[in-house]
């Protein structure tokens, strides 16, 4: 069986729930005073959903994204991602899970700064083990989609703010992810830039995929057909938009 | 994999060469050390072996000196008459009865500070010794008290710089006295051994010495050829006997083979061959330590790229082997480099003092193995390091 799942055909599992938390809260230990960054959050995402998590800094919205991501184990509650207990997970299933399920997109775009646009986006197929011409092959195709076929072998530091972007998206989109998980995708790009971020983003929400954006500007969430509020630590509101 | 290790490694070019560098010196000072060593030995050994493994050498031993009285070897005892004495032993081929003693040569303009040693016409065939021109002296002038002499080669050229020494007069000057001898011939070069250095000494005949210059018929030493190389062990026994009638405390003389000095020589050098090995090792430990720090650096620079990688789904087995694989690559690489860079030293130190170029096979095994596990022990704690890192923690880096 190819790690690779091909592109575009989520047919079958577009619908029903794809997250599933419960009571979720999380508690960091800095020096002997406990942060109680998550107090008690219960939510659902479903398949084929576009999702914006939104609050102030400071609201817990980016401990879910941690969560979310599967880059961290809340301190109680439940939470299931497809089927997974992620209370459960270990480390190394952690990882699997990233792998395999999360796309990540981040504010500072986070592409590795020695390593091509093609190396970049390729890499999370290295760690599924996948073969290198297929990869190679379906890198350069999700390059093409992203607009980027012609920077193939350009390096980050030689690439626009709106392109390295792109290669992240692209990257994300490699292991073909349950989910896309976009922290402030626009915090770092000028306006025009950030809209065509955002218009990709609803272009991969049209083709069926579930994205979740934090953020703290209501301009980017407006994309979103949900927005959950956060204040505290805590959900304030669950708003569903048309 | 292999492509991300060249990638990080040439992202900090200096970096990388100075860590190679380390275990590169560390290698080639191993490799080298050990091949000097194995050289030196090997240079030391086949001359002493040239003298043959069957030479036996009969010694006094000397006595302690003692309030005022100075330590002298116990030779009464020891004469030209004991020499008859010892070639009657059926193991014995040959006996040369040494006497050894200063004097100074002249010839000419020209003086030479040299050690004069009076043997029999059997000694060139006894130490393995031939006259390279001219000849040695025969029964005839032992017999009668010739004055007649041969050169050491480093005696003749250092004497005779462009001139035939054979059949000059030279001045032989000791204690005061003067004897003037004729030249007949001059020996094979035979290079420095152990304490003795045949190529600047005089040979003359041994009663020429005992009655013209020493007026002494006590000899320092015998050199005794044995009958064949398989009855040293009796040959010594039988020697041994004949002493012990005359010299009543087997204390007062030695007998040793040449075989003897040998295993000493070899002793000897596996001693120095290790140590020189041993420093050597620390030169690549401390290179190794290098890695560990550079490494170390290189992880607190990475924190964000490791997180990163995790974030795409890494596991801690995939960080783990990507610092490992730069580690061993950096060491291995040295490693390779310090081999090359080692034999060429060993080659270099060879050419210069004249020995063989000996590299065992165990070093190039033991330098690369080294290598290759200075940059696995060093490389698991930097490398376990970054593994361990909280992904949440190492993506917010800055």
């Known amino acids: 069986m190819s790690p690779l799942r091909p592109l575009a055909s989520q047919d079958g599992e577009t619908m029903g729930e794809l997250f599933h938390l419960e009571d979720v809260t999380k508690v960091y230990k800095m020096d002997e005073v406990e942060v109680r960054a998550l107090d008690g959050v219960s939510f659902a995402i479903q398949r084929g959903e576009f999702l914006a998590i939104m609050g102030p800094s400071g609201s817990g919205k980016s401990t879910v994204m941690h969560l979310l991501g599967c880059l961290d184990r809340p301190t109680s509650g439940r939470m299931v991602l497809d089927g997974l207990d992620l209370l459960k997970a270990s480390d190394n299933q952690l990882a699997e899970i990233r792998n395999a399920k999360i796309g990540f997109v981040f504010q500072q775009f986070n592409l590795l700064p020695r390593e091509n646009a093609l190396r970049n986006v390729e890499t999370p197929a290295i760690y599924a083990g996948a073969r290198r011409a297929e990869r190679v092959r379906r890198a350069k195709e999700l390059l093409e989609r992203v607009g980027l076929g012609d920077r193939l072998f350009h390096f980050p530091s030689q690439l626009s703010g709106g392109e390295r972007q792109r290669v992240a998206i692209a990257r994300a989109l490699m292991n073909d992810p349950a989910i896309l998980l976009a922290d402030e995708p626009t915090g770092n790009l000028d306006t025009k830039t950030g809209e065509e971020i955002l218009a990709l983003f609803q272009h991969l929400h049209d083709e069926g995929r579930t994205v979740v954006l934090v953020t703290h500007d209501q301009r980017v969430a407006s994309y979103a057909s949900r927005i959950l509020h956060m204040q505290d630590g805590r959900i304030l509101r669950d708003e569903r938009v048309n | ?398």
């Open chain 2, 1 to 398: 994999m292999l492509r991300t290790t060249i990638n990080s490694l040439s992202a900090h070019k200096l970096r990388t060469a100075l860590s190679v560098l380390g275990i590169l010196i560390g290698v080639a000072s191993v490799i080298a050390m050990i091949s000097v060593g194995q050289g030196a030995t090997y240079d030391i050994r086949s001359r002493v072996e040239s003298l043959g493994a069957d030479l036996v050498t009969v010694s006094p031993a000397f006595r302690v000196g003692r309030a005022g009285v100075a330590s002298t070897q116990i030779t009464e005892t020891f004469t030209l008459e004991l020499a008859d004495e010892l070639s009657k032993a059926p193991a014995v081929r040959d006996v040369v009865p040494v006497i050894q003693t200063n004097g100074t040569i002249k010839y000419r303009d020209r003086n030479l500070q040299t050690t004069l040693m009076g043997v029999t016409p059997a000694y060139p065939s006894v130490v393995n010794y031939p006259v390279a021109r001219g000849r040695f002296f025969s029964t005839q002038d032992l017999e009668s008290y010739a004055k007649v002499l041969v050169l050491g080669s480093e005696v003749a050229q250092q004497l005779f710089p462009d001139e035939d020494p054979l059949g000059k007069e030279v001045v032989l000057e000791r204690a005061g006295t003067r004897f003037l001898f004729t030249i007949i011939g001059v020996m094979t070069s035979k290079g420095q051994l152990g304490f003795g250095q045949y190529d600047n000494r005089v040979y003359l005949p041994v009663t020429t010495v005992a009655r013209r210059i020493t007026g002494d018929r006590t000899v320092n030493f015998y050199n005794l050829r044995v009958a064949s190389a398989d009855q040293v062990d009796e040959a010594i026994a039988q020697v041994e006997f004949i002493l012990s009638r005359r010299i009543s405390n087997p204390e007062d003389y030695r007998v040793r083979a040449q075989q003897d000095i040998i295993e000493t020589v070899n002793q000897n050098a596996i001693t120095m061959t290790f140590l020189l090995g041993g420093i050597a090792a620390i030169a690549l430990l401390v290179g190794g330590i290098g890695i560990m720090n550079i490494l170390l650096v290189s992880v607190v620079e990475r924190t964000r790229e490791i997180g990163i990688r995790k974030a795409l789904g890494a596991k801690h087995r995939d960080i783990l082997w990507q610092f490992l694989t730069e580690s061993v690559f950096v060491s291995t690489l040295g490693g390779v480099m310090g081999l090359l860079m080692g034999v060429g030293v060993a080659a270099l130190i060879a050419s210069f003092s004249r020995w063989p170029l000996i590299i065992p096979s165990y070093a190039i095994f033991l330098a690369l193995g080294f290598s290759l596990t200075v940059g696995l022990i060093f490389g698991v704690y930097p490398a376990a390091r970054a593994a361990r890192l909280d992904p949440v923690e190492a993506l917010r880096y800055e």
